[in-house]
């Protein structure tokens, strides 16, 4: 199997003719998945876990609707860049890691963007590992690009559409055999997991990050509020 999975990436995709009423079929937000990560100080994190997200935690980064269950992430030009990563980004990090030949698993995301940052670029989602990022979900204007790493070059597709209310509904899928599904608005691209995935740990996150050069002002912010958000891993 790992040999198959080494093979050169490939995509196809498929519409499946849904439309922003697909929006309408309700993804609740389970934040008991995940562990928030975000900017403090200098170069530094902050990570809270889902117990403590909860019971009820706020921050400049993170909060919470009490009535609706919406997450909303917050980042903006002044917070450092860290791990690696050359924008700032507050992001809800998977709370185990886990190996895809396991079992079929998958991210599902229903988000409205709230604020864009000038360059017109966020980051909404990810599958990654310790070695870095295996797949990345980036709205760039009304397109949503999906940008797959294979530890030596990358591969960049337009995933789907940002629909006209600034709403994205998204799913990251792995199977064990070796494929990897990303769903953006009703449209689906299939890909071969790249080679750097084969032996790796991975997690997924859900994001709110800049992209590229941004200004270092408060006033260059990224803003995406979560009102659904579920990870699933299918038993052996």
């Known amino acids: 199997m790992l040999s198959r999975l080494a093979a050169p990436l490939f995509c196809l995709a498929a519409v499946t003719g849904a439309s922003a009423q697909a929006m309408d079929n309700r993804l609740s937000a389970d934040i008991s ?4 990560q975000e900017p403090s100080g200098q170069l530094s994190l902050h990570l809270v876990p889902s117990t403590t997200l909860i019971s009820g ?7 919470r609707n009490p009535q609706t269950g919406g997450i909303t992430l917050h980042t903006d030009g002044l917070q450092p860049p860290v791990r690696g990563t050359i924008a700032p980004e507050t992001l809800l990090r998977e709370n185990s890691a886990w190996y895809f030949q396991q079992t079929s698993s ?18 909404i989602g990810r599958l990654t ?10 709205v760039e204007g009304d397109r949503v690009l999906a940008i797959v790493n294979n530890g030596t070059s990358t591969q960049k597709v337009v995933a789907g559409t940002v629909y006209p209310q600034q709403t994205v509904r998204y799913a990251i899928h792995t199977t064990p055999n070796g ?17 750097a995935a084969t032996t790796q740990a991975l997690w997924f996150e859900a994001i709110a990050g800049e992209q590229g050069f941004h200004r270092p002002s ?4 990224a803003r995406v509020t979560f009102t659904g958000l579920q990870v699933h891993h299918q038993a052996a």
Not at 108 to 121: S, V
Request: aromatic letters at 8%; charged letters at 15%; zero cysteines.
């Open 33 to 36: 998945s995940f562990t928030l």
């Open 57 to 63: 935690y706020s921050s400049p980064f993170y909060s």
């Open 106 to 123: 998958d991210l599902e995301a229903a988000l409205h963007i709230d604020r864009i940052p000038k360059n017109g670029r966020i980051t």
């Open 129 to 138: 590992s310790q070695q870095g990022v295996i797949a990345e979900l980036r």
């Open 179 to 195: 494929l990897l599904l990303i769903s953006v608005n009703g449209t689906t691209n299939h890909f071969s997991l790249p080679s």
């Open 218 to 221: 408060h006033s260059d912010a």
